[in-house]
Structure formats: structure tokens, C-alpha cells
């Protein structure tokens, strides 16, 4: 079975991948080098493994392995266990999902937690369910919220001391965002920690005692429906014992109802296990009105100074087009340079204030007596310069890999009012490329410097999360349908496989019985073809999938 010592090691160890991340911290990191930039050439299939023909719409997970079988979500709330080693399938488990359910971009899921004998996931009509991993059978189920008031899970949780946390979205729907942590073996509620300001949090079914909060950065009554949904998950820190949640854009997206910063929409969260009290918040656009939401993971690592000292950091690249370094013990702003070749909504983020630098010509007008406010062009677009598939950290390149997009939208706001279970944006958009030749580019990242060391440009946007290794590697995923592997130092493109749909999964990797294995899901979708506008149109062509593929670098050749 799995230990709270077994998901603490993950990073470390290399024969298992128990927690979504590779370790709590999310570095993505692995410390196995027989697969190189050498022998990465030899890098063979061992198994495909087929999630059936229906249902093939976005594969957006990260495989978890343990005791010689390997476990994967994929779309419609679906599980899947096989041998790590042959492929050969264990059991599935199909979640029934009732009618009526709304996630807003596309039926993904992106991934477990593995505890105790367990796999846990959630679900799209906002449960969390909790599985035998020898059987597949339901241990424990629990309804997180009302899936008909627009709530809905995509998140994979984590577990911490014994407790699985994890979040909700619904951001679209002006549901409010909130973190949960559970008993990880029996799913009873610890604590819930709400994220729009205003809501009081509990502990064990009380009052957890947070006071003093008001909803005074909203206007009226809109907190009661602010979003700031926390869709993406969490990371862990060790070392400042901090959950870190990212919260989603304020509901409505049309920033004019509701003046004030609107918080803690599109921020970082730092919250004490214990009891689910906000230790610090960083926002990261403050009144948000492009819906650049804030869940991109946030990521603890040394920064190392050029005076030899460390700082302890957390890095996080955000859909507004800025990366962000920040003291993660306090949640200070230590750098912000942008990722992206064209930022139109701010300036800059000010160092001294820790606050951006807006321009306010580029915010989407308000409705007045028209019914639509003055459109803009704004770049990013709302995808983001990068969404939800997470980065990568090297500690031995001590380089960020970023899966980046370059593209802007039209943007204009509309009148809204709120009605549960409804759409509420409040405004519309096209988005549009910015470069003929590509939109998706893998940028390794200096967090020292917020320099860009190298690119690889990408035809289509990039919507896969990033791996790296100690053998100098970064793979990641096209939608074109290449599984990629990179030289970590120069970006130069060392292997590629055609997967046969668009890879938009997490590639991991693992050793077993002396051999290094790398896996990655494979299944075009997510959310660009539904609301990728001028983009959608260039890759109608791509071909959905669902299929788990996994290599390995023969005993013989490593
Ligand atoms: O505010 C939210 O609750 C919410 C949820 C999700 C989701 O759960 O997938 C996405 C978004 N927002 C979003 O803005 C977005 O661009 C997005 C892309 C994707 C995807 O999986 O491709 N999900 C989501
Ligand atoms: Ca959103």
C-alpha cells in the first residue's frame, strides 16, 4: 500500500509514481538518467493501451505507477489500470455521469492520487470517488458539490498527511471556488477553505475561526457568486508546510460589474494543512477581466543566487503572459518578466508594489446603453500564454520548461445577470493567432534572470504537460500527435513518435526490473477546439484518440 512516506519520497524514488506531479512539489522532475540525450534515440513502444473507440475526446492525465501496474484517467471520468510492464488491463471503471453535467471545456480529467490501497480521482459531476487499486471497486464516494449549479471536477487531487485535497470548477458559472480536505481513507470532510472573500471556511464542521474577513474587494452582493474556482489543484511544500491552490477568474469574466480587486480570484493561495487558514495570497491579476484565470501550478524550488545564496522560491507561469518568481514563505514578489512576445494588458508587473502596471485602453469596454462595451484586441488570449498543462523544473539545468502559446482576441463585454446553473461571462471573444508559422512554443526559462535560454516552436498551440529528467531531457507532447524529448540544455530535438492523435496528457517516467519506462496519454481535445475561434479552424483536422502509450529503453541499449 501506499504511505504518506511513500508520496513524501516521489520525488526521489524512481521505481513509482504515486502523486500527480511527481512529487508534491510538482517539479515534474525525475532523477533517472539511463534514458539520456545519448540513448534517447533507442527509446522503443512497449505497449499501447486502448481506452475503447466511444468517448475519445480529450486525454488530459498524468499516469500514476505502483507495484508493477500503471493507473490513468481519461475522459467521461473514466479509470484504467493496467501491467506497467505488459499493458495488459487489470480493470477499468466507468463512472456514470447523470445528464446535465457543465464543465466548461471539454469532459477531461487529469488525474489520481494514490493512498493507502486506493486510487483517487473526481469526477465531472463533482464527486470524489475512491477506488481499490487491485479491483477497481468503489471504497468510498463523495459528492463535493451540485453539479446543476455548474460545479463539476477536472482536478487531480493530492494527499497530504493523510488527507486528499482538492478543488472544484465552475468558474463560468459563478459557482464559488473552495479547497477540501478529506480523511483520504474514509472521504469524511476535515476542512473546507472557501476562496472568495467573504465566505467563512470550517473545520471538522465548525467555524474554523477565520475572522475579520469581509467581502469588501466586491462590490454588493456579487462575492456570493465570485468563482475564483480552484480547477487546476494543488501543490505541497514540505519545507514551509503550505498547500498552494491557484484560484480561477472572478465570475463574470465582464470586470465592469464588479470594481475592486475581487478577491482571491486568479491568486495564489498558501494554506496551512492543518486547518485550511490562508497563511498568504499573491493575485496575479487583480480584477481580472480577460479571464486569465491564476490555477497554474505554483512550483517550491531553490533559487540559487549568484552570491551563493538560496532563496526559498516558488515559480509559476500564468495565463496573463507573465512568469512569476515568488518568495514562498511569504509570498513576496521577487521577479516577473514576461514568457510570451506580446503582453498588450499591462505594462509590467511593478516590483515595489507587486502589483501590474495595467493598461487601461486594453481592457474590453463597458456595455453602456449598447448592449455591447468597446471590443479589443488583447494578447494572450484567454487560453493563456500558457493553460493548465503543467511546466517542468530541472534542478540540475535550474531552467523552468514552459509549454507557451502565442495568440490574442477580440474581446468585448455584454450585460449579465446571475442564474444558477446558467453560462455568466458577460462577454464574448474570437481569438486569433499572432504568427502564421506557429502558436505553440516549449520555452526553457531562467528564473534568475526571467530570460528565455531556448525555444521550440510548434505549429499547433501546445496543450501537454512537460517532463524532465536527469538525463538532460524535456519531453512533451504536440497536438499534431508527437510525443517529443528535447536536450534540456540547447531545446534541440532529440526523438519524436507519432502517437496518432494529439497528445495533450502528462508524460511520466519510471524504472522497472532495470529498464526506464516513459508513459503519456494520448487523445486530442481539451479546450482550444471548442473555444480556439480562428485557431480552432486551422486544426479541424487533427483526429481525436484515446489510448495510454508507454516506452521503454531496452535493457540492451542503455
Ligand atoms: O474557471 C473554471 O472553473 C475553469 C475550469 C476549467 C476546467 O475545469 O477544465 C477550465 C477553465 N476554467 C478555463 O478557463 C480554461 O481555459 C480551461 C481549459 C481547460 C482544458 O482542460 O483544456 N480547462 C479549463
Ligand atoms: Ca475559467
Redo the contacts with the bound molecule.
Keep these: 500500500t501506499v504511505t504518506d512516506q511513500d508520496i513524501a519520497d516521489d520525488a526521489k524514488t524512481t521505481n513509482d509514481v504515486v502523486s500527480y506531479g511527481m512529487g508534491l512539489q510538482g517539479q515534474r522532475f525525475s532523477t533517472l538518467d539511463k534514458l539520456n540525450t545519448e540513448t534517447v534515440k533507442n527509446l522503443t513502444p512497449a505497449f499501447v493501451l486502448s481506452y475503447g473507440d466511444e468517448k475519445q475526446r480529450g486525454q488530459e492525465a498524468q499516469p500514476l505507477v505502483h507495484n508493477g501496474k500503471i493507473f490513468v484517467t481519461a475522459s467521461y471520468s473514466r479509470v484504467f489500470a493496467a501491467d506497467a510492464k505488459t499493458g495488459e488491463e487489470i480493470w477499468q471503471y466507468d463512472h456514470r455521469l447523470p445528464e446535465g453535467i457543465m464543465p466548461?471545456c471539454d469532459v477531461v480529467n487529469r488525474g489520481g492520487a494514490l493512498y493507502d490501497n486506493l486510487f483517487i480521482f473526481s469526477t465531472l459531476d463533482a464527486q470524489l470517488v475512491a477506488l481499490d487499486q487491485d479491483t477497481g471497486k468503489v471504497v468510498w464516494k463523495e459528492k463535493m458539490e451540485d453539479f446543476k449549479a455548474g460545479y463539476s471536477n477536472t482536478a487531480a487531487p493530492i494527499v497530504v498527511k493523510g488527507m486528499v485535497i482538492t478543488g472544484v470548477s465552475g468558474?463560468?458559472f459563478g459557482v464559488v471556488g473552495k479547497v477540501e480536505a478529506r480523511d483520504a481513507k474514509t472521504g469524511k470532510l476535515i476542512w473546507s477553505r472557501p476562496t472568495v472573500e467573504g465566505h467563512m471556511g470550517t473545520l471538522n464542521g465548525q467555524d474554523n475561526g477565520i475572522t475579520g474577513e469581509t467581502n469588501k474587494s466586491w462590490p454588493g452582493d456579487l462575492w456570493k457568486t465570485g468563482?475564483a474556482?480552484t480547477?487546476l489543484g494543488g501543490t505541497y511544500d514540505v519545507e514551509t508546510d503550505s498547500l498552494f491552490f491557484g484560484t480561477?477568474?472572478p465570475s463574470p469574466w465582464n470586470s465592469h460589474l464588479r470594481p475592486g480587486d475581487n478577491l482571491y480570484s486568479s491568486s495564489v493561495l498558501a494554506i496551512n494543512p492543518a486547518d485550511g487558514k490562508i497563511k498568504w495570497h499573491y493575485q496575479w491579476t487583480p480584477h481580472d477581466g480577460w479571464?486569465f484565470?491564476g490555477v497554474n501550478e505554483f512550483v517550491s524550488f531553490d533559487l540559487k543566487k549568484d552570491d551563493g545564496t538560496i532563496v526559498k522560491a516558488g515559480g509559476h507561469a500564468d495565463r496573463n503572459g507573465f512568469f512569476y518568481v515568488l518568495d514562498r514563505t511569504n509570498g513576496k514578489l521577487i521577479n516577473a518578466t514576461p514568457f510570451v512576445n506580446k503582453i498588450t494588458w499591462a505594462k509590467g508587473i511593478n516590483l515595489e508594489t507587486g502589483r501590474p502596471e495595467y493598461d487601461d485602453t486594453n481592457r474590453p469596454g463597458a456595455p453602456g446603453s449598447e448592449a455591447k462595451g468597446t471590443s479589443v484586441f488583447s494578447a494572450p488570449s484567454f487560453l493563456g500564454g500558457k493553460n493548465w498543462m503543467p511546466m517542468a523544473y530541472n534542478p540540475g539545468t535550474d531552467l523552468f520548461y514552459i509549454p507557451a502559446n502565442e495568440w490574442g482576441m477580440d474581446i468585448w463585454n455584454e450585460p449579465i445577470s446571475y442564474k444558477k446553473g446558467a453560462a455568466y461571462l458577460g462577454a464574448g471573444f474570437t481569438i486569433k493567432p499572432l504568427n502564421e508559422d506557429y502558436i505553440g512554443s516549449l520555452r526553457a526559462m531562467d528564473p534568475k534572470t526571467g530570460k528565455i535560454v531556448w525555444e521550440a516552436k510548434n505549429k499547433a498551440p501546445l496543450w501537454g504537460g512537460v517532463l524532465t529528467t536527469a538525463g538532460n531531457l524535456v519531453f512533451t507532447g504536440t497536438p499534431e500527435g508527437y510525443l517529443k524529448a528535447f536536450d534540456a540544455k540547447t531545446g534541440a530535438e532529440l526523438w519524436k513518435f507519432q502517437t496518432g492523435s494529439g497528445v495533450v496528457g502528462c508524460p511520466t517516467t519510471w524504472e522497472q526490473d532495470g529498464e526506464q519506462f516513459v508513459a503519456v496519454p494520448s487523445g486530442w481535445g481539451g479546450a482550444v477546439p471548442l473555444w480556439g475561434g480562428e485557431v480552432a479552424k486551422t486544426i479541424k483536422h487533427l483526429n481525436q484518440g484515446g489510448s495510454l502509450w508507454v516506452f521503454k529503453l531496452p535493457k540492451t541499449t542503455s
Excluded: R, V
Aim: charge should be negative; aromatic fraction near 10%.
Design positions: 466548461c468558474g463560468e468563482g474556482a480547477w480561477g477568474n479571464d484565470d
